[in-house]
Nanobody, 124 residues
Framework: QVQLVESGGGLVQAGGSLRLSCAASGMPFSSYNMGWFRQGPGKEREFVAHIRWRGGITYYADSVKGRFTISRDNAKNTVYLQMNSLKPEDTAVYYC?????????????????WGQGTQVTVSS
């Protein structure tokens, strides 16, 4: 049974930092591309970042480029999202997801497995 468990969310002031973690189990983690998405209040789920299974190639949404960094530790079956210079508009539930295909990484429907999400709230 595949499980993705996010952690590290919380309340932070604007300009602050948080690091999210997503621990995977029940799957060959090193063979999966991993992504982070978020869903703010009253908004649709949106792509945040993606890291390929091979080579660690990364992609980011324009809204977070230069502030967020996605990384992975295959030995720990964990993917991370380091979030710096946080803004109130970054407030959302953040989800990690796993994808074994080669589709459009920014599309939620391409992903095979999802975590339950972790809340990030940025106060102004």
């Amino acid at each position: 049974q595949v499980q993705l468990v996010e952690s590290g969310g919380g309340l932070v002031q604007a300009g602050g930092s948080l690091r999210l973690s997503c621990a995977a189990s029940g799957m060959p983690f090193s063979s999966y591309n991993m992504g982070w998405f978020r869903q703010g209040p009253g908004k649709e789920r949106e792509f945040v970042a993606h890291i390929r299974w091979r080579g660690g190639i990364t992609y980011y949404a324009d809204s977070v480029k230069g502030r967020f960094t996605i990384s992975r530790d295959n030995a720990k079956n964990t993917v991370y999202l380091q979030m710096n210079s946080l803004k109130p508009e970054d407030t959302a539930v953040y989800y990690c997801a796993a994808d074994r295909g080669f589709g459009v990484f920014s599309t939620a429907g391409e992903y095979d497995y999802w975590g339950q999400g972790t809340q990030v709230t940025v106060s102004s």
